[in-house]
């Protein structure tokens, strides 16, 4: 079940703690950054002085104060499903840069992964283990065909040949937002070579025009992994361990 819906930021306490049915459950929040510029004091106290200095070394204007609506808006988040406040989630990120709570002397009961491709950013909060989450814009100049060699495995650069060339950019971002949010569900990041996962979309590889918002269970074995309906420019993907989980997606804004 896919539930679209709009959330007041500050509406987050009621909204995650609301009961469920199902144990397996992922929500998916998504951010349009800019839309919170009015918050940017207050979401930057929310972050440790170590995170404010690492992100005043970034060098452009915009990517500071996205990254620090991002960030402070993960910990306004997930304050509100741990019932702290956000000041004190206790986010962390393992050797390889990957997030994680550091709860219940270390056995995780809430997983969670981000992503931020321009102005928008996207975070995943899994009640059903391991998550990755990624978002691109197809604009991207990453996702031309001097990408292909690093990127697809065998079987997918066979596939890109079917593509039209004018699809191959939306195609190449979307098989790539599969296969990040792969790495991040699995922790690698990068540092597992993207090329040996097969992810590209299968059921529209000729097209890449209607992408199936649907869980493709049994696409890698042990993960369940699907495609985001997000507006164009933007693609994204969430994978989790295991069977599909119940999915509700939120546009967080932020009204005041
Ligand atoms: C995961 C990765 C591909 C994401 O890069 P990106 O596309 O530039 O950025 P995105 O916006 O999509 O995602 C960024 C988020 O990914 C998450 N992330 C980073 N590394 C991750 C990992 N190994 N596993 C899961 N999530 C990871 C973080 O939450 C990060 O957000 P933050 O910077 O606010 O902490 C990249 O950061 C990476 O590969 N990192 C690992 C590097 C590595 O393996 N080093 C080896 C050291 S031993």
């Known amino acids: 079940m896919v539930v679209a819906s709009r959330l007041d930021f500050d509406d987050l306490p009621w909204f995650a703690a609301r009961p469920r049915a199902a144990a397996a459950w992922l929500d998916i929040y998504r951010l349009e950054l800019e839309s919170f510029a009015g918050r ?32 402070g808006a993960a910990l306004h988040i997930l304050g509100a499903y741990l019932r702290v406040p956000a000041e004190a989630v206790p986010l962390r990120r393992d050797r390889r840069g990957r997030p994680y709570l550091a709860v219940n002397g270390g056995a995780p009961c809430l997983h969670v992964s981000t992503a931020r491709a321009g102005a928008v950013s996207a975070l995943a909060v899994s009640g059903a283990g391991p998550v990755g989450i990624d978002v691109e814009t197809v604009a991207d100049r990453r996702f031309s065909e001097r990408v292909v060699p690093v990127m697809l495995s065998t079987p997918e650069r066979a596939a890109l040949s079917d593509v039209a060339r004018r699809q191959r950019p939306n195609w190449l971002a979307r098989t790539w937002v599969r296969k990040e949010a792969l790495l991040k569900a699995d922790g690698s990041g990068l540092s597992l070579d993207p090329a040996t996962i097969d992810a590209a979309p299968v059921a ?42 119940v999915l509700t997606t939120t546009e967080l804004v932020a009204d005041r």
């Open 204 to 245: 529209c590889s000729a097209s890449a025009e209607e992408p199936a918002f649907a869980w493709e269970a049994a696409r890698v074995p042990g993960w369940s992994l699907r495609e985001m309906a997000m507006a164009e420019p933007w693609v994204g993907a969430v994978a989790v361990c295991g069977a599909p989980p």
């Open 40 to 71: 940017l004091r207050e979401l930057a106290a929310l972050l440790a002085a170590s995170e404010r200095d690492g992100i005043r070394r970034l060098r452009s204007p915009d990517d500071r104060r996205r990254t620090t609506i991002a960030r």
